[in-house]
């Protein structure tokens, strides 16, 4: 390394200005000497290799089952048999697995395309149609939050998938809390959005809901039946965001509010004047908020 500079002063006079020297990599207390060339060699090797572990990739998941169509945007979907039925999902992104729970009602291709756009790019999701809907198929059994948990583990099972990030919205929020409670060594992190800790309340308002589906009707059911334990909720130890409108009319702030005290270490985010559609209504801050959790850990390690 040069150990002087030319750089010109404001007269158009050369000075050449002396660099300290380097400082070594490590010093020995010990001794006061340097520490021998092949232990600092050594050492930044190591240094490298955990650099390089913290930031190579993700491993990306490869599909299960039969190929059965392409989205709008030329995205795959895929059909997998997984806890007595056939579950229809796709695969979009690199990077750590993450799994989106649509809403009551909705299917796969129901998330705003912004989240999803924004996600993908640091995540592989996984994006299931709950039972019942869209590509996935139900059988006679009663629907209840632990069937549809279930169904969630055992798509991660026929894709090899011990551990994961959860994404959960409305009812899909529900099963996270019931993922968390039953299979909390399945989660990495989960976002809890616009969810409910009395299931009743939410179906009750959501009777206005003029369907023939069969499916909904079957959902609502198993919503009305949703309490959360919340004497369980304290021994969570999975990091969670809680993420609402303040103007939500579905499911109310009070319920994220609620978790987030006997939760210990969550976060809250209320989204001021955002309603049970805020991913729609900020899809940009939405994603941004969940990225950032995510990304940041804050449990501190005795």
């Known amino acids: 390394m040069a150990d002087a500079l030319d750089s010109k002063s404001s007269g158009g006079n050369t000075m050449r200005v002396r660099l300290p020297p380097p400082a070594p990599l490590f010093l020995s207390r010990f001794s006061g000497a340097a520490l021998p060339g092949a232990f600092l060699r ?5 240094a490298l290799l955990v650099c390089y572990t913290n930031m190579a990739p993700a491993q990306r998941l490869r599909p299960a089952g039969v190929t059965v169509d392409l989205d709008a945007r030329s995205n795959a979907v895929y059909i997998v048999e997984a806890n007595g039925i056939d579950i229809g999902y796709k695969l979009i992104g ?3 697995p993450l ?10 291709d129901d998330w705003p395309w912004e989240v999803v756009e924004a996600l993908a790019g640091k995540y592989q ?5 709950n039972r019942g809907m869209g590509h996935s198929t139900t059988n006679a059994e ?5 069937l549809c948990a279930a169904d969630m583990v055992g798509l991660m ?8 990030h959860v994404l959960g919205y409305s009812i899909g929020s529900v099963i996270v809390q019931q993922m968390l409670l039953e299979h909390p060594e399945r989660i990495s992190r989960a976002v809890v959005h616009a969810t409910t800790i009395n299931g009743a309340r939410v179906a009750e308002g959501l009777q206005r809901i003029n369907t023939d589906n069969p499916t909904i009707r079957r959902q609502l059911a198993a919503m009305a039946d949703w309490r959360t334990p919340m004497d369980q909720v304290p021994g969570i130890t999975n990091q969670v965001l809680l993420v609402v409108g303040t103007a939500d009319e579905v499911v109310g702030l009070e319920n994220s509010q609620q ?6 270490g969550a976060w809250l985010i209320p989204f001021k004047g955002g309603t049970h559609f805020l991913m729609r209504e900020s899809p940009a801050a939405f994603a941004g908020v969940v990225e950032a959790f995510l990304e940041n850990d804050t449990s501190v390690q005795p």
């Open 42 to 46: 050594s050492a930044c090797l190591l």
């Open 94 to 96: 690199t990077g750590q």
């Open 99 to 108: 799994l989106l729970i649509m809403g009551l009602g909705g299917t796969m």
């Open 125 to 129: 999701l996984i994006i299931p149609d």
């Open 142 to 146: 009663p629907f209840t939050c632990r």
């Open 157 to 164: 099972d026929a894709l090899a998938l011990e551990r994961t």
């Open 259 to 264: 978790l987030a005290l006997a939760l210990p």
